[in-house]
């Protein structure tokens, strides 16, 4: 029994410190839109996103996956010269996609 306590602590505080994710300063710039808001905006692309969605067989909240997945959809759309993101696909297992969009100055 102790074991599995200890083992459940530890998976735990290894979900808790999971997160490293960072927005690169252009990836900051880039907003989370839905494709009702983005009517005005070119499409530039579209980019799949992927995080850890389990660690030591416990699976991570939802809402750190969600967190982290838009972290790297922002950063992926910066480097395509986007400054917009619209959910494509509900996430599943730590995947999601998204469409990258150019809506400030979107002929230019």
Known sequence: MRTIIATTIAALLLVGCATALKLTPNGEKVRVLGPDEVDSCRLVGRTNASVTWVIAGVR??????????????RNAAARLGGDTIVPLTVVDEGQQSFQVYKCINPGG
Do not use: F, K, T
């Open 60 to 73: 991570r909240p939802d809402n750190v996956i969600v967190q982290e997945l838009r972290v790297v959809a």
